[in-house]
């Protein structure tokens, strides 16, 4: 038993520096994942069409927020471990690699969004009887996303930064920048949707367009300290000076960032693709759905925290060339991950059957969002698992197997299950079709385990210190 508790659980040290990392990542997780809940909560109370409105446009502005977390990832994974071995040089150049590339994803986003709106919100519209109006609600997710493409160059940005802050050390700056952004929100969601302190009732676009100010407000928190910060991030130094990046690194970033790219794209359109099958079982389906993730997603925060621990300690540990010790902190955090999920997905069973008492909705659309969260719940620890191993496999760039492991599953499993459920297999229910969705994750963590204790993920990437050339 002590020989388990060694090699699972990590000594005072450990947690220490492990809470120093984590916490302040959890923080401002919690905080948004709780301002979306309330947001979606006063958007809610306008009526199931403009819920579900808004629902359908932010799982389409998730693929983007997706897309660009992929895109920044390559980069993340040389700037941890340039970090982890002192070269600031280095991390600079991953930086700016970050920002070109996320602002020309900005503009492929907004593109898109303002060409194919209508058609792309029309995917979620089914013709199935349901709870709602079709082009009502049609209605309302395209004026909601029309307003959000303001926000996606700043939301890009932000991420290039406080992504880079992170991965060298300082996590309490983006954690303030996303506070100071929820709270925004959140204040601004009041004024604007339902038109207090002499403002116009907006309703979703109000709510879009808090959102929008509320990136803004992100962003130049987290530049502003950036860039008055040099002496304690050095990397910060000359920043725009150019866009030279050594075609060395550049290369190495692409080789190794492209099936990250690649996999984020495909995952969140494989996920957006399951919430479209979904939806074929009416709108009702797509309004309980939103209900359950928005919950589910507050108590998701220390997992999907723990994911960036993993590869942020993970990460500076294989750049200082301490394999051994790499391989112990990883072994704990996947153990950590998967105990502090069973907790939580306990508390989240809990509070299923009175969360979606807070909707103005109807009360088969509460009873079919309890069922979802149920679901939810108790995989907690399935998912928590996933995404560490996801994680440490892409802390030591094994960037091709991650894309095998994530996207190609999930279009070869999860979305031709739920596919085939949903269209013909009509008293399937849909708690069901999710129970099964969810469960069949089983195979990748076995898949996940056996790459994890191979060690195929164990290597440093960045080599010898490169010179600055600016």
Request: proline content about 3%.
């Amino acid at each position: 038993m002590s020989g388990f508790i060694k090699k699972y659980f990590g000594d005072r040290h450990f947690y220490s520096m492990l809470l120093k990392v984590v916490v302040p990542i959890i923080v401002q997780n919690a905080i948004t994942n709780f301002v979306n809940l309330l947001d979606n909560i006063m958007v809610g109370q306008t009526g199931t069409e403009s819920m579900t409105g808004v629902s359908v446009a932010n799982q389409l502005m998730f693929v983007f927020n997706i897309i660009i977390f992929g895109a920044i990832s390559g980069a993340g994974i040389f700037t941890a471990q340039y970090y982890g071995q002192g070269d600031n040089t280095g991390v600079k150049y991953t930086l700016r690699f970050k920002v070109i590339i996320c602002l020309l994803m900005a503009v492929m986003g907004i593109v898109v969004f303002t060409v194919f709106s209508e058609p792309l919100v029309s995917l979620y519209m089914s013709d199935a009887e349901s709870v709602g109006d079709p082009a009502l609600t049609l209605g309302f997710g395209k004026e909601y996303l029309m307003v959000m493409v303001f926000g996606l160059a700043p939301f890009a940005l932000a991420q290039a930064y406080s992504s880079t802050l992170r991965e060298t050390g300082e996590t309490m700056v983006p954690m303030v920048g996303g506070i100071a952004a929820v709270v925004t929100n959140l204040c601004l969601n009041y004024v604007l949707i339902f038109g207090k302190f002499g403002a116009p009732a907006l309703g979703v676009v109000g709510a879009a367009i808090a959102t929008v100010i509320s990136r803004y407000v992100e962003l130049a928190i987290v530049i502003i300290y950036a860039h008055t910060h040099g002496q304690k991030h050095k990397y910060m130094a000359g920043l725009y000076r150019g866009i030279y990046i050594p075609a060395s690194v550049t290369k190495k970033i692409i080789i190794k960032g492209l099936p990250l790219l690649l996999n984020e794209a495909f995952w969140s359109l494989g996920m957006a693709a399951i919430a479209q099958c979904y939806s074929t079982r009416g709108l009702d389906v797509v309004s309980a759905n939103n209900i359950s993730t928005t919950v589910s997603n507050l108590f998701n925060v220390v997992f999907i925290s723990l994911g960036s621990a993993v590869a942020i300690i993970v990460g500076n540990a294989l750049g200082s060339g301490d394999v051994e010790k790499a391989v112990d902190l990883d072994r704990k955090l996947i153990f950590t991950s998967i105990w502090s999920s069973a907790i939580l997905g306990a508390m989240l069973c809990g509070v299923a059957p009175f969360f979606p008492l807070l909707y103005n909705t109807e009360p088969e659309i509460r009873a079919l969002a309890t069922k979802l969260i149920i679901v939810v719940a108790v995989t907690m620890p399935l998912h928590a698992f996933l995404h560490a191993c996801y994680f440490t496999l892409r802390s030591g760039g094994k960037t091709f197997i991650t894309f095998l492991f994530d996207s190609v599953s999930i279009w070869a499993i999860n979305y031709v299950l739920v596919f085939s459920l949903t269209h013909w297999a009509p008293l399937v229910s849909v708690p069901i079709i999710m129970l099964c969705d969810h469960l069949s994750n089983i195979v990748k963590c076995i898949v996940g385990s056996i790459l994890v204790k191979k060690r195929i993920w164990v290597q440093n990437l960045v080599g010898d210190k490169i010179s600055d050339k600016t």
